[in-house]
């Protein structure tokens, strides 16, 4: 079994649920594992926050624990005043956190995260909330955004030029960071315990050479859980600073 | 690797927004190649000042 590295990232459909302009819109498994990070989010915050008992038990102090996390990530980047995208920010990092985490799961696992398209989602959605509440709460001083204050005038506006260049390549580098980076440690995954499997198959010297990939695909299981959890956090704060330009431009 | 991947994913996203931005002005104007290559050196010289913001080579944008 010469393993496809590629292959776990295909979309498969489910079952359609209708045609939209003359193309298939399927219930794939991309938006079964969307939809089970969402029910399992749900479920985690609603019941064990249900009881309110004072000393928290094991799923609430997790409850409790995330939203600290999120709420002293908005404080420390945007200021008190970010806490008013307190639900944008803590349900963007709790459904990529899900998502990641999902994907790491053996056999079933699929990374929704791996596809570009839901990052770049993600990423536009942070993008269009930067430009439309900037605009809405500050008018016109959001585009001050773009000049950098104590510039000579003669070189000015080279520099907004590039400012906006800057603004602008923002959701392709948020995008394209969280889906490199799951897409990447998956197929390394993948690669190293494919190695496992052709070292196995040619006898007992096989077996001895496999015990070091295996060694390797053990140590990568732990580092993508990890960048699982570090990318969803990047991806939120990433956010907050974005937000933080929205709701304080210029300075 | 992840903020080698990080900081080429900023530097890369320049240089894209900058060559679509060309290509789109190009095909406005009709200017080719002149407006592609003139953006294409914008984005990455907008690359390049995200990459400097975000390894700290510069401080952030609120001075």
């Known amino acids: 079994m010469a393993a496809d590295p590629i292959h776990q990232f295909q979309i498969n459909n489910l079952f359609p649920l209708g045609t939209v302009g003359g193309q298939e819109i399927a219930f794939t498994n ?18 064990a ?19 600290e996390f999120v709420a002293d990530m908005i404080k420390s980047t945007a200021g008190t005043e970010g806490m008013r995208f307190f639900p ?37 959605l942070v993008f269009f909330t930067v430009i439309i509440y900037g605009l809405a709460h500050n008018g016109l001083r959001f585009f001050k955004l773009f000049v950098p ?12 030029f590039i400012e906006i260049m800057s ?39 096989g077996w001895l050479g496999a015990i070091l990939p295996l060694g390797m695909t053990v140590a990568l299981t732990a580092l993508e859980l990890l960048v699982a959890f570090l990318q969803a956090y990047v991806f939120a704060i990433l ?13 | 690797m992840a903020r080698g991947l990080r900081l080429s994913a900023e530097l890369v996203g320049g240089v894209i927004v900058g060559a679509g931005l060309g290509l789109g002005f190009d095909y406005l104007v009709g200017s080719s190649p002149w407006g592609f290559i003139v953006f294409l050196l914008f984005g990455f010289a907008g690359g390049v000042l995200t990459v400097m913001r975000s390894a700290g080579v510069i401080p952030p944008r609120n001075v």
């Open chain 1, 149 to 160: 204050s104590g510039i000579p005038i003669y070189i000015l506006p080279l520099i907004v």
């Open chain 1, 30 to 47: 991309s938006a079964l594992f969307m939809g089970i990070s969402v029910v399992g989010i749900v479920l985690l915050m609603i019941t």
């Open chain 1, 239 to 251: 956010t907050c600073i974005y937000l933080n330009d929205a709701i304080h431009p210029g300075h």
């Open chain 1, 88 to 124: 944008f920010v803590f349900t963007i990092f709790m459904f990529v956190l899900f998502l990641n985490v999902l994907g790491m799961l053996p056999l079933a696992g699929f990374a929704v995260t791996s596809h570009i398209i839901v990052t770049a989602a993600l990423a536009l």
């Open chain 1, 167 to 205: 603004f602008l390549s923002r959701p392709i580098s948020h995008s394209v960071r969280l889906f490199a980076n799951v897409l990447a440690g998956h197929i390394t995954l993948k690669v190293f315990a494919g190695f496992v499997v052709m070292l196995g198959a040619f006898g007992v010297g």
């Open chain 1, 49 to 67: 926050t249900a009881g309110r008992s004072l000393v928290p038990g094991r799923a609430q102090s997790l409850a409790e624990l995330s939203y």
